[in-house]
């Protein structure tokens, strides 16, 4: 309980204090930079969803975390049948009901029982989960998002996600913890869940987390020195990787970063 009332008091200022993408990315890094970050994101999203061929027009969507909407607008664009989100902050979930009002919007914390009302009506096509897994820090408390997750989807509905899948050891701090890939997968196989593929969604552009090479990661961190004394440096960085993120993310199978997991409920 305390690890929930502690999370919805830091995402709610942080959202207040940062309303844009840089509230839900990287702090940090300005808004430049993640305003390429995002751009990444969102063709490796479109990628992999227009890769399973769904039938938009007769899907329903739930989204995870859905902080400031910027998937519910890409869900949007490609014309779902209907879409609801659910977040731990009561400033995300205003924000985004006066700014979609044909959307339900539930503030919630899926790692908590969730209401009969939402358990229900649910019979969810796609859960996507972007960004959100990380910060729940309490292991139970993570076991408990992915089976409330598993009971929203209907059979055969896929989980769509994004985790670091450590290799090696654990990253943690007080509001994020990136786990080991075996774990998750063993969590994700108890839930009902089989994973259908894994893509890198960075290869260059944020911290690499998996990579073996401990000068990727020093030279990782001058690079974040740079981006944060300048927006200027941030945007001319990005802007030269940003192409180089597209080849790289479509051509190689090596996860040094982030990766975009789709799962399907069996």
Same mark, same amino acid.
């Given at each position: 309980m305390q690890e929930h009332l502690n999370s919805r008091e830091y995402w709610d200022k942080r959202l207040q204090t940062y309303p844009g993408l840089k509230g839900v990315g990287h702090t940090k890094l300005g808004q430049c930079y993640n305003r390429?970050?995002?751009?990444?994101?969102?063709?490796?999203?479109?990628r992999s969803i227009q890769a399973l061929k769904l039938d938009y027009h007769n899907l329903r969507v739930l989204d995870i975390g859905c902080g400031t909407g910027f998937y519910i607008d890409l869900w949007q664009r490609l014309g779902v049948k209907s879409m609801s989100g659910i977040d731990i902050a009561p400033t995300s979930v205003k924000m985004l009901a006066?700014?979609? $009002? +044909?959307?339900?919007?539930?503030?919630?914390?899926?790692?908590?029982?969730?209401?009969?009302?939402?358990?229900?009506?649910?019979?969810i096509d796609v859960v996507t989960a972007f960004d959100v897994l990380g910060h729940i820090v309490d292991d139970q408390h993570y076991q408990?998002?992915?089976?409330?997750?598993?009971?929203?989807?209907?059979?055969?509905g896929y989980f769509i996600f994004s985790d670091a899948l450590m290799q090696r050891n654990i990253f943690r701090t007080y509001q994020?913890?990136?786990? $080991? +890939?075996?774990?998750?997968?063993?969590?994700?196989?108890?839930?009902?869940?089989?994973?259908l593929r894994q893509s890198p969604i960075f290869i260059l552009m944020a911290i690499p987390f998996n990579s073996p090479h401990r000068w990727r990661i020093a030279l990782w961190y001058r690079f974040e020195n740079i981006i944060q004394r300048n927006e200027l440096a941030g945007y001319i960085i990005g802007l030269i990787l940003y192409p180089l993120e597209v080849l790289f993310t479509r051509m190689l199978t090596k996860k040094p970063s982030t990766q975009l997991v789709i799962c399907q409920k069996v």
């Open positions: 390429w970050l995002y751009r990444l994101r969102k063709t490796v999203f479109l006066a700014k979609y $009002p +044909e959307f339900a919007f539930h503030n919630l914390d899926i790692g908590t029982p969730l209401p009969d009302s939402v358990i229900k009506s649910a019979s408990s998002a992915l089976k409330n997750i598993s009971r929203l989807l209907k059979p055969d994020e913890v990136w786990r $080991p +890939e075996g774990w998750v997968k063993d969590i994700l196989s108890q839930m009902g869940f089989r994973v």
